[in-house]
C-alpha cells in the first residue's frame, strides 16, 4: 500500500500551495485513495478520498476544502452534491462527463486507469468535471490525453514501469507533461512526489 506525500505548488510562479499526505492501494472493487491537505504553514486545509471501480470509473468520491463538501460518484455521467460551509445549502449537479478531476494527484492516476491508454495509439479525449480550489467550484472541461511512451527502471524492489503522458487542455491549449508509476504520480506541473513509503501499486491488466 503506497503511502506518501505531495508537495504542491502553483505551476505558473511556483508559489507553494501545501501539502497533500496520501496512501492508496488496489482493491476489490478496484482503487481507494485517501489524503489529508495542508497549507504551507502546515495547517489542515482539506481531504481526498476517492474510490474508483475495476474500470477506472469513479465510484465514490468525497472532498473536502475551506469547509465546503462534495460528494459524487458515476452516475447517467457523473453527479455530485456540493454543500456549503454553514450545511443549510446543499446543490445538486449532473454533466455528462467521464469522470472528476482537482487538484489532487489522485485525479490523474484517476484518469489514466479509465482510458488505459497504449504507447503511439494517438491521443483520447474526455470530458471532466473539475473541483476548483478554494471553494470546490464545478467546472466543466474537455482534455486530450495521450501515452508518449512506457519505460522500465531497475529498482532495488523490481522493476519499476513508469508511463509519460500528455495532457492538452482543449479550452486554453496549454500542455501538461505528466509521469505516472503504477498508482502514484512521480511528477507533474505543480506536483512533486517527496516522499514514498513504498513502491507503488500495479493495477492488473
Not at 481526498?48 to 459524487?72: F, K, M, N, Y
Not at 458515476?74 to 460551509?85: H, I, K, M, N, S
Request: charged letters at 20%; one cysteine or more; a negative charge.
Amino acid at each position: 500500500m503506497p503511502r506518501g506525500r505531495y508537495s504542491l505548488h502553483d505551476p505558473h510562479d511556483h508559489a507553494p500551495l501545501g501539502e497533500e499526505h496520501f496512501q492508496c492501494a488496489p482493491g476489490p472493487s478496484g482503487w481507494r485513495y485517501v489524503a489529508q491537505r495542508t497549507s504551507p504553514s502546515g495547517d489542515h486545509t482539506g481531504s481526498v478520498d476517492l474510490t474508483l471501480d475495476e474500470l477506472g470509473r469513479p465510484l465514490r468520491v468525497e472532498l473536502h476544502a475551506s469547509s465546503w463538501q462534495v460528494r459524487g460518484a458515476a452516475l447517467e455521467g457523473v453527479t455530485w452534491v456540493r454543500t456549503d460551509p454553514t450545511g443549510e445549502h446543499a446543490t445538486e449537479g449532473n454533466v455528462r462527463a467521464h469522470s472528476f478531476t482537482g487538484a489532487s494527484p489522485a485525479f490523474l492516476v484517476a484518469v489514466s486507469r479509465l482510458l488505459r491508454l497504449e504507447p503511439g495509439a494517438g491521443a483520447v479525449r474526455v470530458r471532466l468535471v473539475a473541483f476548483t480550489d478554494p471553494v470546490l467550484a464545478p467546472l466543466t472541461l474537455d482534455q486530450s490525453w495521450a501515452l508518449l511512451g512506457r519505460t522500465g527502471h531497475a529498482t532495488d524492489t523490481g522493476p519499476l514501469v513508469v508511463d509519460e503522458y500528455q495532457v492538452s487542455e482543449l479550452d486554453t491549449g496549454e500542455i501538461r507533461t505528466v509521469h505516472i508509476a503504477g498508482d502514484v504520480v512521480l511528477a507533474a506541473p505543480g506536483i512533486e512526489l517527496e516522499h514514498l513509503e513504498s513502491p507503488p501499486s500495479s493495477f492488473a491488466a
